[in-house]
């Protein structure tokens, strides 16, 4: 046996966490900071107390709040030309992935050359990033954790992924607390892409023992806590939980990455701006079926972590976790494609595209047809 497995955040974790930023911040001995959010995190009034611990730190800052959902490229440029105008020497990013997956990204350009879009695929960064504090305000990314950044290229209309440990944020600050503010919807959505995450990267042919055992425990985690926060939001346990169980994921799939539910799942981003959990949760049951031919011993793993009752007849349970899947997409109202407005007839098109995604290459079946994609489509189109 012979494995990589690279960590590399410092967490500090749990209610009242960001009161550690001064501290944390004052270790890298940094003069100035880029605080980078979203309009919901302002409306949220997380923003101001981020910002009000860099200021008890002593230490000056700009402020980058025009974060959109899925960033492009255009974005990611325009902040990166801000930060070296001020001469910014680290990040604070605060939010959901887009936060954070922007601010990863503005961080390569500000010590490696050219354009962002460079850097998309695997261990393109050559030279180390800033440092960068991530302070999730949802659960379900593990953005905070991870080795990659998704990005939009408008000019291919594709969702590309920057995948590099230099990017990985070099400390995360995890408060349950900025994750009560979250509606419903986001919180069914982000959660569904936490349990993607796990149960993606445990099949994965990049998997090791040592993600296997992450993803294991990080899905039996959200599995029994996602319907609880978004039944009550104002449960702090499960919202806890919640958290736990993304950044415990985030250490298997930065590690083994993801398949083909995030490769359909870019395309419809791309292609219709739709939310990423959400895009990734209505394919998933779908694609964890058509899966199951290919590692029916995992899935039956997987069943079993959640504690579903399985048979002992593999034909059977490895439809187990797929089945269980669905029947969770409905009780959190996870939306079809048709709810979504995405047309029958681009599928098409989607499915051309999907078929270039390089996520597909960790998909543990290959041979991905065109036609799979298809069916697959049509299913999360209507049922
Ligand atoms: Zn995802």
């Known amino acids: 046996m012979s494995f990589n497995f690279f960590v590399r955040s410092n967490i500090t974790f749990g209610r009242g966490a960001a009161e550690k930023l001064p501290e944390i911040l004052a270790g890298y001995g940094l003069k ?13 009034g997380i ?6 611990q860099v200021e008890k730190a ?9 974060v959109i959902p899925n960033p492009t490229n255009e974005v990611v440029e325009g902040a ?4 070296k105008e001020a ?13 954070i997956d922007l601010a990863k990204a503005v961080n390569v350009l500000m010590t490696n050359p050219g354009r962002i879009g460079e850097y998309g695929g695997m261990n393109m960064v050559k030279n180390p990033c800033l440092p960068l504090v991530a302070i999730p305000t949802t659960a379900g990314t593990s953005s905070e954790i991870t080795n990659v950044s998704a990005l939009i290229d408008t000019e291919k209309v594709i969702k590309y992924v920057v995948i590099d440990n230099n990017i990985v944020a070099s400390d995360v600050i995890a408060d349950p607390e900025f994750t009560k503010t979250m509606p419903v919807s ?21 998997a090791t023992p040592l993600t296997e055992y992450n993803a294991l425990a990080g899905l039996k985690i959200l599995y029994n806590n996602l319907p609880k926060v978004v039944e009550n939001g104002s449960d702090m346990e499960a919202r806890e939980q919640m958290m736990l169980g993304c950044i415990i994921t985030g250490f ?12 359909i799942a870019h395309t419809l981003s791309a292609h219709f701006g739709l939310a990423h959990g959400m895009a990734n949760a209505c394919v998933l049951p779908y694609v964890m079926a058509y899966n199951a031919e290919a ?50 007839e681009a599928f098409d098109r989607l499915a051309d595209d999907v078929l270039k995604e390089p996520v597909l290459g960790f998909n543990p079946r290959q041979g991905v047809t065109k036609e799979d994609v298809i069916e697959i489509l049509k299913k999360a189109y209507s049922e």
């Open 186 to 206: 986001v919180t069914a959505a982000t959660g569904m892409d936490a349990i993607t995450h796990a149960v993606e990267s445990y099949i994965s042919n990049m």
């Open 80 to 83: 990166a030309v801000l930060a």
């Open 252 to 263: 298997s799939f930065s590690n083994a990455n993801l398949g083909f539910v995030h490769a």
């Open 87 to 99: 001469g910014v020497e680290g990040f604070v990013a605060v939010g959901g992935g887009s936060s």
């Open 32 to 44: 100035k900071v880029m605080i980078v959010y979203d309009g919901g995190v302002k409306a949220a």
């Open 295 to 344: 590692c029916p011993e995992k899935m039956v793993e997987l069943a079993k972590a959640i504690d579903l009752p399985v048979s002992g007849n593999p034909e059977k349970d490895k439809y187990l976790l797929a089945d269980a899947l669905k029947a969770l997409c409905k009780k959190l109202g996870i939306r079809t494609l048709k709810e979504q407005n995405v047309p029958e």
């Open 58 to 66: 002593g230490i000056s800052y700009i402020i980058f709040d025009g």
């Open 47 to 52: 923003a101001e107390k981020i910002v009000a």
